[in-house]
């Protein structure tokens, strides 16, 4: 039902009533609307089971079982990040976020999905998003890295 393509030459599509919503809720900030992008192009599974962008090495020997964790889908990704340069671009009182920032975004998304929080509710109502109780630290430990890394807004 009215899907919008985000760009020409990938298979990305959202449709109108979420991309109305991210831009609404967005504020001009290229980084809070690549989060809403990020939750509506991928489903908390994907992000939940990836390396998110893969950039990481990790130690073979770590003696982790388990499936192993794939990058997410490098279209999707190249999709969203040529994305919101491109908007950002053409809608200059748009905040444009560095490299850095956008794969910030990424990580994040798949960090929030793992403590089996939704992506993008950053600790709104009172903290009460700790159904997923697998990670590890203590929550007043996630609760003060959440509020450190500048995405609580």
């Given amino acids: 039902q009215g899907s ?15 991309w109305d919503e991210a831009v609404n809720s967005s504020k001009k900030d290229g980084r809070r609307l690549l989060r809403y992008l ?19 090495k ?7 079982t388990g499936p192993e964790r794939r990058p997410l889908d490098p279209v999707k990704v190249t ?23 956008i794969n910030k975004v990424f990580s994040d998304a798949v960090g929030h999905a793992r403590q089996g929080r939704a992506v993008g509710t950053f600790l709104h109502n009172g903290n009460s998003y700790y159904e997923g109780s697998d990670h590890p630290g203590s929550q007043d430990e996630v609760f003060n890295r959440g509020m450190q890394d500048g995405s609580g807004d």
């Fill in 4 to 18: 919008k393509q985000l760009l020409n030459n990938y298979p990305v599509y959202i449709t109108s009533k979420q």
């Fill in 38 to 56: 990020i939750r509506f192009v991928f489903t908390t599974d994907e992000l939940k089971y990836s390396c998110g962008l893969g950039k990481r």
């Fill in 58 to 64: 990790r130690s073979v020997q770590s003696g982790e």
């Fill in 79 to 101: 999709c969203l990040r040529e994305f919101i340069r491109m908007h950002c671009t053409s809608n200059p009182d748009w905040w444009m976020p560095s490299e850095e920032q």
